[in-house]
């Protein structure tokens, strides 16, 4: 099992973070994982995304043209990363950052209400593991326990008190997720 995954959006929608949680996560299950940010010097409001590997095997190299899955969380990032999804392939964007949905037939797009439901449910804090839950549903490369004790790890103490609603979103992330007709 090896899967090649792209996440990109705006800096501050914790795209770097979801990365670093799926990157912890695989380490705890023993995989080899890879994990490389890239951002403009804005961070919160600019562009942002992060390239992870999760594998099996090891890991001939952390730089990437063509992914198995890319997650998209605004116009831009479709617009950049959806070309570069590999035939087979899987795309998932949340709509509320999308006014021109995915148009490739040769890949797998789904979308999420993520940002809808995080604001419904009052957890936007949570926006990313809405998300993150719609990745394990269509591709579980890693545990729900093995992201739960990554985001124990990578969530200051002082906010592991967050650690159940961030739980509740990941399983509602679980649910939303829709295949694109």
Not at 22 to 51: C, F, I
Not at 152 to 163: C, D, G, I, T, V
Request: charged content about 20%; hydrophobic content about 40%; aromatic content about 6%.
């Amino acid at each position: 099992m090896k899967q090649e995954i792209i996440i990109a959006g705006f800096g501050g929608q914790g795209v770097l973070s979801m990365g670093k949680i799926l990157a912890y996560a695989g380490l705890m299950e023993g995989k080899e994982v890879t994990w490389m940010p890239a951002y403009g010097p804005e961070q919160r409001g600019g562009t942002a995304n992060v390239t992870v590997i999760v594998s099996d095997e090891r890991i001939s190299s952390p730089i990437l043209s063509s992914y198995d899955t890319a997650i998209v969380l605004n116009q831009p990032s479709l617009d950049k990363f959806q070309p570069k999804v590999k035939p087979g392939g899987t795309l998932i964007y949340d709509n509320f950052g999308i006014l021109n949905p995915p148009t490739r037939e040769d890949i797998a797009a789904h979308h999420i209400t993520a940002m809808e439901t995080a604001a419904e449910m009052k957890m936007m804090k949570c926006f990313n593991m809405f998300v993150l839950g719609g990745l394990l549903k269509l591709h579980p490369i890693v545990s729900l326990e093995s992201v739960m004790k990554a985001l124990k790890k990578s969530l200051p103490e002082r906010h592991h008190h967050l650690l159940p609603m961030n739980e509740q979103a990941i399983l509602k992330g679980m649910e939303i997720i829709q295949k694109d007709e």
